[in-house]
């Protein structure tokens, strides 16, 4: 059997589960909305800081499969500032945010204890949903590099003839078997708990492309740079 029929099985079925529809999903491509595509970034509504990460909201539990499901926070749990990212492993914005903007903050903020950061995922469709489900197969102490490899690779995997395959190659190297990733996929509260970030996301702080930001309560869409970020982080030290 095709292991790619067998795995997308898997996901409509945990999909169906969370009573949202997968292949409705499928219609759409990774390509972000128009609206990401703006010059500048916006900041387009307010929560408080509090709010953000409310403790044991997003703690997460370790499933039957060992993935994780909750947050998982970069940085020092006391640091002055959190930063919130809801975006998808297809999206090429969001590959690009990482690359230009996630990296050098890391080096210049969440390293150094100023930011703590908390990525989330927000999948626009199928293949997406996979990653993640991947990425947090890994478990928790695995789950931040499995979402660095995904985004850093994403041309490799996205655009591969059989993505599932390219997508198992590169876990492998990972240190998971298939054997794991296919349990991983297969289990539906590992599934849900992806499901359920994205339904967050969008019910809580009205997330509907990505990358999408949260500075301190700020939601930030459209284009970023990391000047403008760090402005604002500066100004909160």
Sequence with gaps: MNKGLLIGAAIVAVAAVGGWS??????????????????SATATGET????????GAYAGTVTESGGFTGDVLEGDADAPVTIIEYASLTCPHCASFHDRIYKQLKTDYIDTGKVKFIYRDFPLNNPAIAASIIAR?????????????????QDRWTRAEDWMGELQNMARIGGLSVDKINACLQDKALGQSVIDRYRAGSETFQISSTPTVLVNGNKYEGEMSVQALSEFIDSKL
């Design 22 to 39: 997968a292949m409705s999903m499928l219609s759409q491509d990774t390509d972000v909305p128009a609206a990401m595509l703006d010059s």
């Design 48 to 55: 408080t800081a509090a709010a953000l990460a409310p403790p």
């Design 137 to 153: 197969c890994g478990g928790k102490d695995r789950y931040t590099a499995f979402i660095d490899l995904f985004l850093t690779q």
